[in-house]
């Protein structure tokens, strides 16, 4: 018998394939002297070029395609003119609609050489995604997500940020279950297979607090340590988890130099 959450997971593959592949695309644009406006429009145009409409754009008002966080901005960057610098990182974080189907991830890029503490934050960063993928499936509480993600960060002298989380994703942008990167095991909400939501843990080199610019978007950190995020989208099945927006290149965990 034909497994259920193969036909709901149909749709989201195929939006978690393009926005993958938009970060394939546009990593190769990220360096010295260009502009996040300039790698937003990459990701615009290779998301409409392969039949996809990028959910952010006019989003709640948000005025870009993607989203744009560079160094201690933790999440929501607004794509602008400014330049990039060597020694930056760079989070860029894009959604692809695809038959009405939501497909979320973000990566790290780093701009030119960057340090040994960013390269560890990114390093560090992308393990805990990981780690909290990695013990998803039926049965298991969205607290044990965030318990083993929360624990291997402190263990490593970084914080996870408590403002934003994870979410339901699919035929809707943001939906139930709020997936939070911190907790305690055994609490929060049961999963269940055919679930689909992001995990995308948001980790500072210093504090975890946070506050939001004039713009009432651009999240940074309260104490302007550097911050960084990875995400994926991933459905829950009875003995697992399925990725649907892992890089078909490889590129899931740029190399930090």
Known sequence: ?????????????????????????????????????????????????????????????????????????????????????????????????????????????????????????????????????SIIKDGIKTGDIGHAIQTYVE???????????????GKKFHEEPNILHYGNKNEGRTLKSGMIFTVEPMINIGSYHSKILNDGWTAVTKDKSLSAQFEHTVGVKNDGCEIFTKSKSGLDKTLSK
Request: with cysteine; glycine share 10%.
């Open 1 to 133: 018998m034909k497994n259920i959450h193969q036909e709901i997971f149909k749709g989201a593959r195929e939006s978690g394939v393009l926005a993958s592949n938009t970060l394939d695309e546009v990593s190769s644009y990220v360096k010295p002297g260009v502009t996040t406006e300039f790698l937003d429009k990459i990701c615009y145009e290779y998301i409409k070029d392969n039949g996809g409409y990028s959910a952010p754009l006019f989003y709640k008002g948000f005025p870009k395609s993607s989203c744009t966080s560079t160094n201690h901005v933790i999440c929501h960057g607004i794509p602008a003119k400014k330049y990039l610098e060597e020694g930056d990182i760079l989070n860029i974080d894009v959604t692809a609609i695809v038959n009405g189907w939501h497909g979320d991830t973000s990566r790290m890029f780093p701009v030119g050489e960057i340090s040994i503490k960013a390269k560890n934050l990114i390093d560090v960063t992308y393990e805990a995604m990981m780690l909290g993928i």
């Open 155 to 169: 263990k490593k002298g970084f914080s996870v940020v408590k403002d934003f989380c994870g979410h339901g994703t």
